[in-house]
């Protein structure tokens, strides 16, 4: 493998441009063969970028397949205790353990109060609390307002480079 990195490409380009001659109109010898150079390397990276692409996808989808996987055995998990649940109340059977004592599972009848709101449009005013609106840039707004001349303090439009690989 060479030692020749990107960088140490585009550097000796830009040097052998620096040597171009305007009053001939020739490049310094080896100009061809340092930007075939800077290409190949390019061409390296742009292939190891896409692998590495591919590999993060392939995260993505592995991390997506276990999320719904967990899900999945989350909801069963909650059907089960509601089974269990149902049927020990039906049962009048308020506590089960494991013969080795390992475990024991106990059904405790009304323990848990929760406030449930039917219809919030019947609570008396007393029992409402205002929640706050939450205000944040309108980066749309603001940039249709600055592309049509106007100044928005506080904003500003900045461009970038892109790279695009397909």
């Not at 190891?48 to 276990?66: Q, T």
């Amino acid at each position: 493998m060479s030692g020749l990195t990107l960088y140490t490409a585009a550097q000796d380009v830009v040097d052998l441009l620096d040597a171009f001659d305007p009053e001939t109109g020739e490049f310094p010898e080896g100009f061809e063969a340092a930007l075939t150079q800077f290409k190949a390397k390019g061409q390296s990276v742009v292939a190891y970028l896409l692998n590495r692409d591919a590999e993060v996808e392939a995260i993505d989808g592995a991390i997506k397949r276990l999320q719904d996987r967990k899900k999945s055995l989350a909801r069963r998990n909650d059907w089960l205790r509601d089974y269990l649940k149902d049927n020990m109340r039906a049962a009048g059977i308020s506590e089960l353990a494991a013969i080795d004592g390992s475990w024991k599972a106990k059904l405790q009848i009304g323990r848990d109060a929760s406030v449930e709101v039917y219809e919030e449009g019947l609570l008396p005013p007393d029992y409402l609390r205002e929640v706050p609106a939450r205000l944040e840039a309108d980066k749309k707004l603001i940039g249709a307002a600055i592309k049509d001349g106007h100044d928005v303090p506080g904003a500003r439009i900045i461009k970038r480079d892109r790279l695009t690989i397909s």
